[in-house]
């Protein structure tokens, strides 16, 4: 069984910064994506960036370059750098693994594994 968890969320204030970790205990893909999502109360679950096994990286428009997702060599831990937090990006924040099939996309249907999401606050 393939097992994601995430860590490293909590409560800043605006444009302050933190970094997410998403472990994983197995790898079902050899060709993978893994990918960073949230969701806030009330509102749709967003893509935010995605990388796969050859270091390839996609993220949403929005973020304007705060964002960087990185891996290491055997993708275990996977990161979300965030930069310059403000209090839209409050949510919970979630990793996902998938197959990797010519790209790895932002939408939550390519993503077959999901970690159980940590919790990100940005205060004013």
């Known amino acids: 069984l393939e097992q994601l968890v995430e860590s490293g969320g909590g409560s800043v204030q605006s444009g302050g910064s933190l970094r997410l970790s998403c472990s994983a205990s197995s790898y079902t893909y050899s060709s993978y994506c893994m990918g960073w999502f949230r969701q806030a109360p009330g509102k749709e679950r967003e893509g935010l960036a995605a990388i796969n096994n050859k270091y390839d990286r996609r993220y949403a428009d929005f973020l304007k370059g705060r964002f960087t997702i990185s891996k290491d060599n055997n993708k275990n831990p996977l990161y979300l750098r965030m930069n310059d937090l403000e209090p839209e990006d409050t949510a919970t924040y979630y990793c996902?693994?998938?197959?990797?099939?010519?790209?790895?996309?932002?939408?939550?249907?390519?993503?077959?594994?999901w970690g159980q999401g940590t919790q990100v606050t940005v205060s004013s």
């Open positions: 996902a693994h998938g197959p990797y099939d010519r790209m790895c996309s932002l939408s939550s249907s390519q993503y077959n594994y």
